[in-house]
């Protein structure tokens, strides 16, 4: 089983910076990376696949790279509503798919 | 629009069993796998079981199977989760999501339901 270990596990940035969430396999998933966003209370939120291809009405802002071991989830001006948790998720081997533990994103 | 509507949660005693169900519209479900991925209270996600668009294949994972089984029902629009042995670490809110494929394997979930709270406890 892949482990996906997501750092850090909360990240504090004031609105209008930038944030940088990381994301490493224990062995390589080639670009086969999803990111999602979770709010209290609803439902995860398809960001990005392909480790690096946004979804559909995903705002710029949110670019994703890497690939084989190491990924990153960038934000660029932070706005109010992207203060949420972010899960990483592989599906190059599986079963089983397996997420990071998530990085909560809050205001500083 | 993609609407998936989660139902069936709720308090059940260690050892017992709950089916969950997940309708789905704003697509042509038989054409799509479709998954259940669960979160414990405050914790993160976990995999739980995934299974093709026709029915035909299903995967579990390790902690669920031999209790749990995933079904559909393609003429009206709705997946199935039937869980037996139910156990104190299998409380959490079990969300349905669609697949972007229609067959199993290597891809991504879009988009997901709110979910419902399936609490095991006695």
């Known amino acids: 089983e892949i482990v996906m270990t997501q750092s850090p596990a909360t990240l504090s940035v004031s609105p209008g910076e930038r944030a940088t969430l990381s994301c490493r396999a224990s062995?390589?998933?080639?670009?086969?990376l999803a990111w999602y966003q979770q709010k209290p209370g609803q439902a995860p939120r398809l960001l990005i696949y392909?480790?690096?291809t946004r979804a559909t009405g995903v705002p710029a802002r949110f670019t994703g790279s890497g690939s084989g071991t190491e990924f990153t989830l960038t934000i660029s001006s932070l706005q109010s509503e992207d203060f949420a948790v972010y899960y990483c998720q592989q599906y190059n081997k599986w079963p089983p798919y397996t997420f990071g533990q998530g990085t909560k994103l809050e205001i500083k | 629009e993609v609407q998936l509507l989660e139902s069936g949660g709720g308090l059940v005693q260690p050892g017992g069993s709950l089916r969950l169900s997940c309708a789905a519209s704003g697509f042509r479900f038989s054409n799509y796998a479709m998954n259940w991925v669960r979160q414990a209270p405050g914790k993160g996600l976990e995999w739980v079981s995934s299974i093709s668009g026709s029915g035909g294949r299903t995967h579990y994972a390790d902690s669920v199977k031999g209790r749990f089984t995933i079904s559909r029902d393609n003429s009206e629009s709705t997946l199935y989760l039937q869980m037996n042995g139910l156990r104190a670490d299998d409380t959490a809110i079990y969300h349905c999501?669609?697949?972007?494929?229609?067959?199993?394997?290597?891809?991504?979930?879009?988009?997901w339901g709110q979910g419902t709270l399936v609490t095991v406890s006695s």
């Open positions: 062995q390589s998933v080639s670009s086969d």
């Open positions: 392909g480790a690096s």
């Open positions: 999501a669609k697949d972007i494929y229609s067959s199993l394997g290597g891809n991504w979930f879009d988009p």
